[in-house]
């Protein structure tokens, strides 16, 4: 059965299922042909550039389900499913698995938040895809019984990803150091931030695998960013629409280093919605903005900071060895109270991931790809 096709100047017009009449650009069409695409590296492999005219058909017609194009001065047939087409028909970004709506939480988190064993991760794939999930909505969980090594770290980022080298290294060590470089290094308070704001693209997901926690005092400070912003707008929109809307400069300077970024303390999607924040007063550079627009960022900067200190967000517990909390390092801000480095051992092998990757292996893992 065949139903007519409307071929016009720029492109054409075929009825879909639903009975829609849709629209769809030559150029669209040619570039998108299946076999533009190699099925082994499912990359593009027709380049459009090449076209010495503008594509258009030479014939048209819909049978048995499908859109089928002979394309003028080409000798090539194109072949197009007319669900596929109405996928595409109204110009509406692909649908996207990885795209789960966050929910924030609070200080009363610490119970609730998704725990997942090592070994069981490991194990089973579809269990790694719940964990993804996790961070993709909560942004925050805690791997549990990981072997007091070097490589069970590795082992899990790579579940989700590659491991993010940043100007610390591949990893670092969270322990007190002779000559420190950083105030996590210390058994000093950490107050509560965001992890390498001083580079371009801060990394996406943080790791802190805990191998020894004797000490005295330490106790680890954990909050949503998503939902302190989000109260922020609430109650002092003026406040958010300056935090939202204004770069600000941060750094790590030391021995061959000089790394700067400017970066927004709360980050937006492409929604409006808030999708993290960035903060850490030991990374801030001095604020290089015109001092009379400093009299209402000042204030707002502020507000933010007291906001995230409140008890209403903050998770306080311990974590022990053998766990390692994983978190979306443009989302939860984190800190740790003093502690007394003569009491015990306390010692947290850390690295990074990116959320990208982590998005990738969760689509990866929970659909069917489309060239499957």
């Avoid at 769809?24 to 499912?42: A, G, I, K, M, V």
């Avoid at 290294?169 to 509560?192: M, Q, S, W």
């Avoid at 927004?264 to 960035?278: F, M, Y």
Wanted: proline content about 5%; some cysteine; hydrophobic content about 40%.
């Amino acid at each position: 059965m065949t139903s007519p096709v409307t071929v016009k100047d720029k492109g054409l017009e075929v009825a879909l299922p639903s009975g829609e009449l849709a629209y769809f650009n030559h150029y669209w069409l040619r570039d998108n042909c299946s076999t533009s695409f190699d099925p082994e590296t499912r990359e593009r492999v027709f380049d459009i550039f090449h076209l010495a005219q503008p594509p258009h058909p030479s014939s048209a017609h819909v049978a048995n389900g499908a859109l089928e194009i002979v394309w003028s001065g080409e000798n090539h047939t194109s072949r197009y499913p007319l669900g596929w087409l109405e996928s595409y028909s109204k110009g509406e970004r692909r649908a996207d698995p990885a795209e789960l709506k966050r929910v924030s939480w609070y200080g009363d988190h610490y119970p609730k938040m998704a725990r997942f064993a090592h070994a069981d991760l490991m194990a089973d794939r579809q269990l790694v895809a719940q964990w993804l999930r996790a961070m993709l909505v909560e942004g925050v969980s805690l791997v549990t019984e990981m072997p007091d090594s070097d490589q069970a770290l590795t082992d899990l980022v790579k579940l989700m990803g590659q491991v993010r080298p940043t100007f610390f290294g591949d990893y670092f060590d969270v322990r007190t150091h002779i000559a420190p470089t950083n105030l996590a290094y210390t058994a000093k308070a950490l107050e509560l931030h965001t992890d390498v704001p001083a580079e371009d693209l801060a990394p996406g997901v943080q790791f802190l695998h805990c191998r020894a926690n004797s000490v005295e005092g330490g106790e680890n400070l954990f909050l949503d960013g998503l939902a302190v912003a989000n109260d922020l707008r609430e109650q002092f929109p003026e406040d958010f629409k300056l935090l939202s809307e204004t770069a600000v400069p941060f750094y790590f300077e030391h021995d061959n280093q000089d790394v700067r970024a400017r970066q927004r303390v709360i980050e937006l999607d492409e929604n409006g919605d808030v999708s993290g924040v960035t903060i850490s007063q030991h990374m801030a550079d001095v604020f290089d903005l015109p001092q009379h627009f400093m009299d209402r960022y000042y204030p707002a900067f502020c507000r933010f900071g007291r906001m995230l200190q409140a008890d209403k967000y903050l998770m306080r517990f311990r974590i022990a060895a053998g766990e390692c909390i994983v978190f979306d390092n443009h989302r939860i801000v984190h800190g740790r109270s003093a502690y007394s480095a003569t009491s015990g051992d306390r010692y947290l092998r850390g690295t990074y991931a990116d959320r990208g990757e982590m998005r990738s292996t969760y689509r990866a893992l929970t659909s069917k790809g489309r060239f499957a």
